[in-house]
């Protein structure tokens, strides 16, 4: 009896009696069109057997700068359907004490009465897109190959490690403050995308006596989120499946590889915990409070990039 006791309150210690959300959230501009597209993850922890009315609203800064007319949203749960080896109804676990089946909304943009039992975790994953309001202003033009101009942290936040991104050349940016401007003309150093990406480095070979380039193998195991956010966002340009040795074909509208072009360019930030994230989850359309969140929003913006005004047609 004291050992189950013990093992109970164990159980309760190391777990808690807390409902958690852990969640990330990727926010993609064009600075031309003005178009704005939301992808969210989240995983949420309930201490107890319990139906979950679940649904997302975009919170701020994004509510100010995005305009909800015309927007779409789409919610749902993020795993393997069926009950095979990884699936969401696995064999191999307790049966489930629910029998009535959980529903969607309509318009697909909320879960009804979804099951879950003490102890256990949840994933979902969402789609959204509406306009942003007032389009980042861009003044990025083409220099003898490199960029020019001048570009602004369009946020009412600051931007933590900062990337832009020309080409297949990236530059550190740091962080940007609110409203902080940078003179591209000013950047120098500069790295390729796809050795930070992949970590490719210059090694001599002892045996063959000669300089060649090696790659860090892609962590399949690894848990950090801007790790694997980065191999998602540019998953072609890292070299894909023969890198990473993982497929693409689940949410492959992450991968801006294609965008990778001297008539664009990318700035790529993240804001921490320390500021409002850009989605929160719902329940019973009240907000799913957690002291202990984990959040992190990245933002790619895409800007056009001018041909070099100086330059003699």
Not at 39 to 63: E, G, K
Not at 123 to 147: C, G, I, L, Y
């Amino acid at each position: 009896v004291v050992f189950s006791a013990g093992a109970y309150w164990a159980a309760y210690r190391l777990k808690g009696a807390e409902i958690r959300v852990n969640q990330v959230d990727l926010i993609d501009v064009d600075a031309g069109s003005g178009l704005a597209r939301g992808t969210h993850w989240s995983n949420l922890y309930s201490p107890r057997a319990d139906t979950y009315n679940l649904s997302l609203r975009p919170m701020q800064p994004i509510l100010k700068n995005v305009s909800s007319r015309g927007g779409q949203m789409w919610f749902a749960w993020l795993g393997l359907p069926g009950s095979g080896l990884g699936g969401m109804d696995p064999k191999t676990v307790n049966p489930s004490p629910w029998r009535a089946a959980y529903d969607f909304s309509p318009t697909l943009d909320e879960m009804d009465g979804l099951p879950m039992q003490t102890w256990s975790t949840r994933s979902f994953t969402a789609r959204w897109n509406a306009r942003w309001k007032t389009p980042p202003a861009t003044d990025v033009f083409e220099r003898d190959d490199e960029p020019g101009g001048r570009l602004v942290n369009p946020l009412d936040v600051p931007m933590e490690r900062c990337l832009f991104i020309y080409d297949h050349w990236v530059y550190d940016l740091g962080t940007l403050r609110p409203g902080q401007a940078v003179e591209l003309d000013a950047l120098s150093d500069r790295a390729e995308l796809k050795t930070l990406l992949t970590g490719s480095r210059t090694v001599m070979d002892k045996i063959k006596k000669q300089m060649e380039r090696q790659t860090t193998p892609y962590d399949q195991t690894s848990v950090e989120v801007p790790y694997i956010l980065r191999a998602m966002m540019f998953f072609e340009h890292a070299g894909g499946q023969s890198y990473t040795h993982l497929s693409n074909q689940y949410q492959p509208f992450v991968d801006l590889s294609h965008l990778l072009a001297p008539d664009r360019a990318m700035l790529v930030g993240t804001v921490g915990r320390d500021h409002p994230p850009a989605t929160m989850l719902l329940r019973d359309n009240l907000l799913l409070g957690d002291p202990g969140r984990r959040c992190q929003t990245v933002y790619r913006f895409v800007f056009p990039v001018q041909p070099n005004p100086n330059k003699n047609p």
